[in-house]
Each structure stands twice: as C-alpha cells, then as structure tokens.
C-alpha cells in the first residue's frame, strides 16, 4: 500500500510558539490530504482539506489562522500550529488517497504535540 | 456520512474469531461501509470495505446484511496484535472520512 510519512511523530513546544508538522506521500503524488486531530480517548476529527496549490478548507470551529496548512507540492503538506496553548496538545494525523479512483485512505503514524 | 453505532468494547480470545457488529440503518444508496484500525498511538489503517456484498482480504471478511443496515467485521483467527480501535465508517468518499467512537477490541491468552 501507499507509504506515508509524518514527522516529527513526537513534539515539546513551548506556549507561543510554532510547531510545524510534515507529511510527505513517498510513492503516490497526493493533490488533496486531510488533516485530522484527536484529543486523548476520543476519535479523530478532521480539521482540514489541504489542496495542493491552492488555499485549505478549513471545518467549521477550526482556525485557520492558528492552523496554518501549506501544500506547496504534490508529495509535501504541512500542519503548522502557531501560538501554541496547552490545548492544542493532541495528536496530529494526516492522511490522503492514492491516484484517481483510490479506494482506500492511507494515514501518516501521527505526531503528538505536547504545549507546556 | 450516516451514523454508525458500533459497541463501545469488545473481548477476544487469542485464535478465535472476533466479530465485530456494526449499525449503519440510515446509509444511503451510494455510500460503501468502511472498517479501519487503529493500533495505540499510531495512525489508522484501512482493512475492508464493500457495497453491497461481503468481501474478503487477507486480513478480514465484511458480512452486508440483505438491507445494508448492518454489518460484520470478522477477524478468523485474531492475535494480540489485533488489539485495537476498530472503526466502522459509511461514506460516499473514501478520502474525506467522519470516525465514530468506534469498538475497542482487546484479545486476550
């Protein structure tokens, strides 16, 4: 199956300062991936679409200046959260699907964001 | 996406077969019953799906019922690496995907 890969899988910031997470498609070219979070025993919830070349779509109660995403490429998307709060400590998941006609989703090993 | 309700926690013997329900009485025509897993703290993985008829792969069988308001997840032999949560999703898109709370299954010696 498709390979992707996300890092840093594990991070420590400070409060107010910015994170930024990578996710690169190693063997699929990927115009669209999605960015999910999930807070500790509960389920993932997508935060984002992220369109290559092109502005994210951000959903509703997600901001989208606190959540920068950025897809400069049809391999490379990234998650950067800025002015980060204690909060925003959750695990950072992306995913995207192969090709046109995929049928299956494929998703990075997340990062887990820790703001103290 | 329809609803799906699926039980909260589930126990399994190590080589038995774990069989995992799945409610989904609102879907619609067009949408496909999707199954991932989550293994603690790592992204999920895609397993099985189907429309209409049941499926099967090298790591599960999807049982449809007639009137695809439910489903099964059936894992023949499962190990203590199929410890997981298991998610039963119904969606006309296979990339932009709503997660329940999903069944966590515990297999057991």
């Known amino acids: 199956g498709a390979v992707v890969s996300q890092h840093p899988s594990w991070v420590i910031c400070k409060s107010g300062t910015s994170v930024k997470i990578e996710c690169r498609s190693l063997d699929f070219q990927a115009t669209t991936m999605f960015w999910y979070r999930q807070f500790p025993k509960q389920s993932l919830m997508l935060m984002a679409t992220s369109n290559e070349g092109s502005k994210a779509t951000y959903e509703q109660g997600v901001e989208k200046d606190k959540f920068l995403i950025n897809h400069a490429s049809l391999t490379l998307s990234t998650l950067t959260v800025t002015s980060a709060h204690p909060e925003d400590s959750s695990f950072y998941i992306c995913?995207?699907?192969?090709?046109?006609?995929?049928?299956?989703?494929?998703f990075g090993q997340g990062t887990r964001l820790t703001v103290v | 996406d329809a609803k799906t309700t699926q039980p909260p926690s589930m126990d399994c013997a190590e080589g038995r077969a774990a069989n995992l329900p799945c409610n989904h009485s609102t879907i619609s025509g067009n949408e496909y019953v999707y199954w991932y897993r989550q293994i603690h703290s790592q992204g999920p993985q895609y397993i099985i799906h189907?429309?209409?008829n049941n499926e099967t792969n090298e790591m599960a069988s999807l049982i449809i019922t007639e009137d695809r308001k439910s489903s099964t997840l059936i894992l023949p032999h499962a190990t203590l690496r199929d410890t997981a949560v298991y998610y039963c999703?119904?969606?006309?898109?296979?990339?932009?995907?709503?997660f329940g709370t999903g069944t966590r299954l515990q297999v057991t010696l």
């Open positions: 995913s995207y699907l192969p090709g046109t006609g995929g049928t299956e989703a494929f």
């Open positions: 189907g429309l209409k």
């Open positions: 999703i119904s969606t006309g898109t296979a990339s932009k995907l709503t």
